[in-house]
Nanobody, 126 residues
Framework: QVQLVESGGGLVQAGASLTLSCAASGRTFSSFTMGWFRHPPGKDSEFVAAIRRSGGSTDYLDSVKGRFTISRDNAKNTVYLQMNSLKPEDTAVYFC???????????????????WGQGTQVTVSS
């Protein structure tokens, strides 16, 4: 049983930056791969970014590469998504997720994550 709580969303102008945080309960945070997904209005959910356990690799959606950075602080049981140069098409509800994902398995599939946060709204105006 793990609880994830996102924060940091808001309304910003195109070109601005936001940092999302996801605080996790439990004492096994460092063993999880952590991911960010988003659900734009009227569209399907999509993978955004993921980071494997401490010392592991990161993965990004092509459209956010060079703009978004995922990181984690295991001492604080928190994962972050630093978002720069935001665009209107980034508008969505952003969810963080946690799961144990084998190193041979991609991090991009939602079904691989066992735990999900409630989501935080990010709105980017033009």
């Amino acid at each position: 049983q793990v609880q994830l709580v996102e924060s940091g969303g808001g309304l910003v102008q195109a070109g601005a930056s936001l940092t999302l945080s996801c605080a996790a309960s439990g004492r096994t945070f460092s063993s999880f791969t952590m991911g960010w997904f988003r659900h734009p209005p009227g569209k399907d959910s999509e993978f955004v970014a993921a980071i494997r356990r401490s010392g592991g690799s990161t993965d990004y959606l092509d459209s956010v590469k060079g703009r978004f950075t995922i990181s984690r602080d295991n001492a604080k049981n928190t994962v972050y998504l630093q978002m720069n140069s935001l665009k209107p098409e980034d508008t969505a509800v952003y969810f963080c997720a946690a799961g144990v994902i084998p190193t041979t398995t991609p991090t991009t599939t939602p079904s691989r994550y066992a735990y999900w946060g409630q989501g935080t709204q990010v709105t980017v105006s033009s």
